[in-house]
C-alpha cells in the first residue's frame, strides 16, 4: 500500500488558531511525525508527502527562509527518531537547489536509515510533477534512449517509488497542483476539510475503509 498526502493548510490552520505562519509550518511538522507511524501501524508501506513545491520558491524570501528552517529542524529533531522506529525516509526533487548544509542533512538521514523497517517516507522537496518528467526525459535523451512510457520511467525522481494506490489532499482544495503527474494516474483520490496540522489517525484509517470499497478497474 502506497498513500500519498499533500500537507495543505498550515497557514489556513495558524490564521485560525491566531499563531503566526511559522508556528503554523512547525505544527504541521509535528503532525508529520504522528501521521507516519499512524500509517506504520495501519500497514502502509509507503507514504509520499507533498512538503515543498517548485512553486512554493516563488513565496516571499522571508517566509521561504523560516519554510527551509523548519525543514532542517525537522530532520534534525524527529528523523532520528523514525530511525528507531524502523521508518526509512528518502527525499526526491531537485536536491541541488538546496543549501549546502539542507543537502549534507538530507544526505545523512538517509545514510541513518535503518537496515530493517515497516515503512519509507518518501519526502518530496524542491519538487513539480511536470518538472519531474522533462528531467526525466532530458535524462533519457542524453542517455541515447528513445523517448518511451519505460525510459521515462526508469528515470523518474520517483522510480524507486510505488505509483500510489491512494492520495489525499488536506484543507479543502480539490486539484493535485503537480503532486506526482506521472505516477497519479490510477490513484484513488480524497479531498478532506481538515487543515493538514488537524488531520488524524482516524481521518486515515476512515481514507483506507473507503478505499477498500472503492472499485479500482484501472482502465479494464
Given at each position: 500500500m502506497c498513500v500519498g498526502i499533500i500537507l495543505d493548510g498550515n497557514r489556513r490552520w495558524a490564521q485560525q488558531n491566531g499563531i503566526s505562519r511559522l508556528e503554523g509550518h512547525q505544527h504541521g511538522a509535528d503532525n508529520l511525525e504522528r501521521v507516519t507511524i499512524a500509517a506504520r501501524d495501519l500497514g502502509v508501506k509507503h507514504l509520499v508527502v507533498f512538503a515543498f513545491s517548485t512553486e512554493n520558491w516563488k513565496r516571499t524570501a522571508e517566509e521561504v527562509a523560516k519554510l527551509l528552517d523548519v525543514f532542517g529542524q525537522g530532520i534534525e529533531k524527529y528523523l532520528p527518531q523514525m530511525a528507531a522506529d524502523r521508518v526509512r525516509v528518502r527525499f526526491v526533487g531537485e536536491?541541488?537547489?538546496f543549501s549546502p548544509y539542507l543537502q549534507k542533512a538530507m544526505d545523512g538521514a538517509e545514510k541513518s536509515?535503518?537496515?530493517k523497517y515497516d515503512i519509507t517516507l518518501w519526502v518530496c522537496v524542491s519538487y513539480g510533477g511536470r518538472a519531474e518528467i522533462a528531467a526525466a526525459a532530458e535524462a533519457a535523451r542524453s542517455a541515447g534512449e528513445?523517448?518511451?512510457?519505460?525510459t521515462i520511467n526508469k528515470h523518474l525522481w520517483t522510480s524507486k517509488m510505488p505509483d500510489p494506490d491512494i492520495i489525499i489532499r488536506t484543507s479543502g482544495e480539490q486539484r493535485l497542483s503537480g503532486f506526482l503527474t506521472w505516477k497519479s494516474v490510477y490513484s484513488e483520490l480524497f479531498f478532506i476539510d481538515?487543515?493538514?496540522?488537524?488531520?488524524t489517525k482516524?481521518?486515515?484509517e476512515k481514507v483506507l475503509a473507503e478505499y477498500a470499497e472503492r472499485e479500482r478497474r484501472m482502465g479494464k
Open positions: 536536491r541541488e537547489r536509515n535503518p537496515e528513445a523517448i518511451t512510457e519505460e481538515k487543515h493538514w496540522p488537524d488531520f482516524e481521518d486515515l
